[in-house]
């Protein structure tokens, strides 16, 4: 019987956890001219899907993922509305740095900073890249890792939403 209550505990505190993971924690981010917002208010747009990479300036597949998503979001915005919002993990050393990478790239989705790594933590993601999509304020989809190709997944996954 004790062992069959002690299952039943960590089942619960299991499901309960994977509930919890689909909502948006209000996490404090900040914009590149030092504005705060809460993350949580960047997946209220309705029924627009939002697209969220984590990244930093120093990890190569991000970069690589999110070059290919640059390229892409102009022809693929057409067929599926949508938004981008990318967060950097940069802490405080490399996160002064972020505005200018982000120029000399020409990303034209909105960049925000998660510098203490608070919304890392509460979203549980260990490492970069790392990809979601939110939709009417939940998390609907994961991604962790990029190899070239995965942002076509991303985008099939996208209009099946």
Not at 1 to 10: E, L, P, Q, T, V
Not at 16 to 30: G, M, Y
Not at 62 to 88: G, M
Request: hydrophobic letters at 40%; glycine letters at 4%; proline letters at 3%.
């Amino acid at each position: 019987m004790k062992k069959i209550s002690i299952f039943s505990f960590f089942v619960t505190v299991f499901c309960l956890n994977s509930l919890a993971q689909n909502d948006l924690p209000e996490v404090r981010i900040k914009t590149l001219t030092g504005k705060e917002v809460n993350f949580n208010s960047l997946g209220n747009t309705g029924d627009t899907a939002v697209i969220i990479s984590l990244w930093a300036t120093w990890c190569i597949p991000c970069i690589n993922e999110l070059e290919n998503i640059n390229e892409q979001y102009e022809e693929i915005q057409k067929e599926t509305p949508f938004k981008i919002a990318a967060i950097s993990i940069d802490d405080s050393r490399t996160s002064s740095r972020v505005k200018s990478f982000v120029a000399g790239r020409g990303w034209t989705f909105d960049i925000y900073l998660d510098v203490n790594s608070d919304l890392k933590r509460a979203l549980n993601i260990n490492d970069v890249p790392h990809i979601l999509i939110i939709k009417k304020g939940k998390i609907v989809y994961q991604h962790n890792g990029y190899v070239p190709g995965n942002e076509i997944e991303l985008f099939e996954k996208l209009k099946s939403l």
